[in-house]
């Protein structure tokens, strides 16, 4: 069982997309995690114009490619955020400082992506929800946990009609697992599967760095939530916590040395792949591994390609037997 080896394009988005098709193609990528914004994909021209969608798919056959899911993170962001000025770069334009016309973009883009996803025959969305309580982490000024199920509520609230689309279109939407969401740890996340009375719809991006610099052990989340991983993000980070760092981040810059903690291209990092195949395995995933590539202190086209060729070295199939079947009497 080899699985598809994919390539989120939310990275690549400043390249042109047949130009990206050729690259990833060339590099040995069997398909692509498509990204909802740049040239990429416009989520409400796939939902509606299959002209459109018919000459995305023409570029990914030339290439010998597939879409295996569509990525809806930006727009998904404007949905359940409480609004501040850095959601103007992920909306429109012409919507710059209006929350409710950024929050109605949010939604209505979001919704257009389940029928584009339908459209160019993928079954998956990943994203996220964006959160109205993520300032309320550290809880100081104090939080009481009212102010807290308010926030999971509000999300509820919003998303439910999201999501009811989706069940329409036959398409599960996958909330990536991420600082700033409503879910972006272990009990978050299960707090919002029950909020959700663990709604078919919704499930889980696993994306392991995130969980890995915050002190987990991301392969828990793959075998507590089994039935939840709809999508795979295959991610490393390295923690490299000296004394003076620490996994706050200390307001510096992705990519800075002086950071606590750093993404890194797959292999370069702490993330143990081994244990995540292992867990995958046990609950029969057997979608695309999308590498997610994200690294400031490599060339990307280099790194890209040594991530391609990363993912199939680490991915295996389970055991058929068992080990000690073969030294058995009759």
């Known amino acids: 069982m080899a699985r598809k080896v994919t390539i989120f394009t939310g990275q690549w988005a400043d390249m042109p997309f047949e130009e990206l098709c050729k690259k990833m ?35 990914l056959e030339k290439y010998g490619l597939t879409c295996w899911a569509l990525g809806n ?17 992920f909306a429109p334009a012409d919507m710059a400082g209006n929350p409710e016309k950024i ?29 109205p309580i993520w300032k309320y982490w550290y809880s100081f000024p104090q939080t009481s946990q009212e102010m807290v199920d308010a926030g999971f509520d509000e999300i509820v609230t919003l998303w439910t009609p999201i999501l009811q689309e989706y069940e329409k279109n036959g398409i599960k939407f996958a909330l990536e697992v991420h600082p700033t969401e409503i879910a972006f740890d272990y009990y978050t996340t299960k707090k919002l599967f029950q909020k959700f009375n663990n709604c078919d719809t919704l499930g889980i991006n696993f994306d392991p760095s995130h969980l890995l610099w915050q002190g987990m052990e991301p392969h828990m989340l793959i075998r507590d939530f089994p039935d939840k991983i709809y999508h795979v993000h ?8 000296d004394g003076r760092t620490g996994i706050l981040g200390s307001h510096i810059e992705f990519g800075d040395a002086r950071r606590g903690w750093n993404f ?3 292999g370069h990092g702490d993330v143990n792949f081994e244990e995540i195949i292992r867990a995958l395995n046990d609950i029969d995933y ?8 994200e690294d400031s202190g490599m060339e990307r086209e280099f790194g890209a390609k ?4 990363f993912v199939k070295t680490v991915d295996f199939a389970p055991s058929t037997i068992a080990f000690d079947d073969a030294i058995k009497t009759d």
């Open 73 to 89: 993170h930006l727009a998904g962001q404007c949905v359940g955020d409480l609004y501040d000025k850095r959601l103007d770069g």
């Open 234 to 241: 295959m991610k490393d980070v390295a923690v490299t916590l």
């Open 306 to 309: 040594e991530a391609c060729e």
């Open 264 to 266: 890194r291209s797959l």
């Open 286 to 293: 057997s979608g695309p591994l999308s590498v997610e590539w």
């Open 25 to 59: 193609s060339q590099m040995g990528y069997d398909g692509l995690e498509i990204a909802c914004w740049g040239d990429h994909l416009d989520a409400f021209k796939a939902a509606e114009d299959m002209d459109y969608v018919n000459e995305k798919k023409a570029i």
């Open 103 to 131: 929050r109605q973009w949010g939604i209505d883009y979001t919704m257009a992506a389940a029928k584009a996803a339908k459209n160019m025959g993928c079954k998956v969305v990943t994203g996220f929800m964006g959160s």
